[in-house]
């Protein structure tokens, strides 16, 4: 009996939900939001990771896609095709040599897109900061970097943590507006 | 077989060539020959069927930083004269034994012959050993960097006086 008097209410009554700073109302069979909301709601909760992996982060990385922490869970799949990913992972050491095949596939993303840098090296060059003649110190002096996770390596969690950081930062983006109002700038 | 013997069965089978067997503080004995004979030893131990050693586990290049220590004009550390060594480390599926052979080459021109013809593994150990060191492999077909970039111009990475250069195509290497 219960359950039937719940779906009655749902069906009658009109519930406010409220996430934060966001509204969404639910009335039966609509479901009413701004656009931009709407929009980065669902870019945040579908971001595909392109897949590659540079050192020994690339094995937490793949540990983090795994059954125990579950990246699918956010929405997170390897996408083998850097024009339909989303967010880049970089999950390792840049040496100079690779720095400008990474640089190629950040290019090669559509908009918008995003990159995680994992672990001390893509941060700073880490343990290779003083003698890393090989070592790019840092993944940011060739793209430009949203979260950074410290760590060598950092564990699933701290990926993860990032992962929800960023999917914070795109909750805070309003981007129809954005190209509006570059428009009436114009 | 143990070094000693294959020392003496090598030393039988070349009487006027000048091998002998050193050993460090640590590790294990090992035979130093000059380069100009490397070749002939490495042939020997490969075919004699006593031997048989059939497969080269290692090549290690090591600078001895034994020459004269120089300051350059801008007061950098240079190394003039001295050797290189390379270590070849080789194992015998057959008979079971193994040995390491040492030699040292001049280190303003540093050139051996290669053993690509007699263990193909040789091929990338010497593009590793000429990328980090600048030992020149005489024969080998394909000797170019395998780590480093290609267009890599800075020097030998592994050499004691290497310094680290300012920049690489732009990018900006030190911290």
């Not at chain 2, 600078?63 to 194992?91: F, P, Q, R, V, W």
């Not at chain 2, 394909?142 to 004691?160: S, T």
């Amino acid at each position: 009996m219960n359950t039937i008097n719940e779906k009655d209410n749902l069906l009658n009554n009109k519930i406010e939900y409220n996430s934060k700073d966001k509204n969404f109302y639910f009335e039966p069979g609509v479901i009413i939001a701004k656009a931009d909301e709407l929009f980065s709601w669902a870019r945040k909760s579908s971001l595909w990771q392109l897949t590659f992996g540079l050192a020994c982060c690339a094995i937490e990385m793949m540990s983090t896609s795994a059954s125990n922490y579950d990246f699918d869970r956010f929405g997170v799949i390897p996408r083998p095709s850097p024009r339909q990913a989303d967010v880049m992972i970089v999950s390792g050491t840049v040496t100079l040599k690779m720095a400008s095949r990474i640089k190629i596939l950040y290019e090669q993303m559509s908009e918008p897109k995003y990159v995680i840098s994992m672990g001390s090296c893509a941060t700073c060059g880490g343990p290779y900061w003083q003698h890393g003649y090989h070592v790019l110190k840092g993944v940011d002096r060739i793209i430009p970097v949203d979260v950074y996770v410290p760590g060598c390596p950092p564990r699933p969690e701290a990926l993860l943590d990032g992962l929800i950081t960023l999917q914070k930062k795109i909750e805070k983006e309003y981007l129809l507006k954005e190209k509006n109002d570059n428009k009436r700038n114009i | 077989m143990t070094i000693k013997e294959i020392f003496d069965l090598l030393k039988n089978r070349f009487e006027n060539i000048k091998i002998y067997i050193e050993k460090f503080e640590v590790g294990e004995e090992y035979i130093v020959v000059s380069p100009d004979v490397l070749k002939q030893i490495l042939q020997e131990i490969r075919n004699n069927p006593r031997l048989h050693f059939d497969y080269l586990m290692c090549i290690s290049s090591v600078d001895d930083a034994n020459g004269e220590i120089k300051k350059d004009e801008n007061g950098n550390k240079i190394i003039k004269g001295g050797t290189l060594s390379l270590y070849y480390h080789l194992y015998s599926t057959t008979r079971n034994h193994k040995i390491a052979i040492k030699t040292s080459v001049d280190r303003e021109n540093p050139a051996v012959p290669t053993a690509i013809d007699l263990w193909k593994s040789a091929d990338w150990h010497e593009r590793e050993a000429f990328d980090m060191m600048g030992i020149k492999f005489e024969g080998h077909p394909n000797l170019k960097r395998i780590l480093m970039p290609y267009d890599w111009n800075a020097g030998f990475p592994l050499r004691k006086d290497f310094i680290t250069p300012e920049y690489y195509n732009d990018l900006k290497i030190p911290y």
